[in-house]
């Protein structure tokens, strides 16, 4: 059975940071790409960042670039989002998503398992 | 704003089909695959139609999907009480190399 079992959330005050992971079990993690998604309270959901099934490719939102690096240790089989500077607006459940590797490459790639999010509070 | 647009709400009777809209542009539906994912209250996103329509594995078949030009839509038929939640379609957009989301419908069964 695949789980996606995110952890690091909490409160954290406006400029501090946070490292959000991200376990995954019941699949091949190197196989499969990773992203963060996240969702404001009252929300839409919002692509935040995504990794390669190697890490050597790292994709981020014009909204978290500068701030956010995403990384994976594929012997651990876990996903991590380190966030620096954070901000208000940045406050949101943070979802980790898997993306198998099919040949279409990433225009095609879709989310095939999310994990239960982990809420990051940013406030003073 | 989101990159795709979609309607905010829907709405329909039970065994009713509904349809939701997803617009984008050339930039990501229209030179890349569509996705759509049910968020049922309170829970995680959750697959629902892959690469413009196909069905994940234990997905009912009265849930479809279709992709013309730079829209998508999504069709649900013979609706029932649990399928209402929030919909929101995807697409990979070439433009901002990531992913671009709708909005999001909440779909109401009346």
């Known amino acids: 059975e695949v789980q996606l079992l995110e952890s690091g959330g909490g409160l954290v005050q406006p400029g501090g940071s946070l490292r959000l992971s991200c376990a995954a079990s019941g699949f091949t993690f190197s196989s499969y790409a990773m992203s963060w998604v996240r969702q404001a309270p009252g929300k839409g959901l919002e692509w935040v960042s995504a990794i390669s099934g190697s890490g050597g490719s790292t994709y981020y939102a014009d909204s978290v670039k500068g701030r956010f690096t995403i990384s994976r240790d594929n012997s651990k089989n876990t996903l991590y989002l380190q966030m620096n500077s954070l901000r208000a607006e940045d406050t949101a459940v943070y979802y980790c998503a898997s993306s198998p590797l099919i040949p279409g490459g990433w225009h095609e790639y879709y989310f095939d398992y999310w994990g239960q999010g982990t809420l990051v509070t940013v406030s003073s | 704003q989101s990159v795709l647009t979609q309607p905010p709400s829907a709405s329909g009777t039970p065994g009713q089909r509904v349809t939701i809209s997803c617009s984008g542009s050339?930039?990501?539906?229209?030179?890349?695959?569509v996705n759509w994912y049910q968020q049922l209250p309170g829970t995680a996103p959750k697959l629902l139609i892959y690469s413009n329509n196909q069905r994940p594995s234990g997905v009912p078949d009265r849930f479809s999907g279709s992709k013309s030009g730079t829209s998508a839509s999504l069709a649900i038929s013979g609706l029932q009480s649990e399928d209402e939640a929030d919909y929101y379609c995807a697409a990979w957009d070439d433009s901002l190399n990531g992913w671009g989301f709708g909005g999001g419908t909440k779909l109401t069964v009346l």
């Open positions: 050339s930039s990501n539906i229209g030179s890349n695959t």
